[in-house]
């Protein structure tokens, strides 16, 4: 079974900065994709930014040149360094990995993080 655990996330004053991290852990063969997501009450679940097994970046126009995805292989974990921070980005932000079991490809949650922009 694969397990997501997020850490980061909190309260900032607008202007600041904040770095998420997730990693994955379990049995599996390779991780095609990771990325990150957030949720604001009301509203659907919305890319924020992800990065393919070949390095390739997407992110959310709103982040562009704030935020930045980058990932670690070794240690099956995805980072999300979030400068600029604005009240906007106030949400519960929440990772995810499209992980190959071997068999078939699978996509995989984290449990979310609360981060809160206010001053």
């Known amino acids: 079974q694969v397990q997501l655990v997020e850490s980061g996330g909190g309260l900032v004053q607008p202007g600041g900065s904040l770095r998420l991290s997730c990693a994955a852990s379990g049995k599996f063969f390779g991780i095609n994709a990771m990325g990150w997501y957030r949720q604001t009450p009301g509203k659907q679940r919305e890319p924020v930014a992800t990065i393919a097994s070949d390095s390739t970046t997407n992110y959310a126009e709103s982040v562009k040149g704030r935020f930045t995805i980058s990932g670690d292989n070794a240690k099956n974990t995805v980072y999300l360094q979030m400068n600029s921070l604005k009240p906007e980005d106030t949400a519960v932000y929440y990772c995810?990995?499209?992980?190959?079991?071997?068999?078939?490809?699978?996509?995989?949650w984290g449990q979310g993080t609360q981060v809160t922009v206010s001053s």
């Open positions: 995810n990995f499209v992980i190959y079991s071997g068999t078939s490809h699978a996509r995989y």
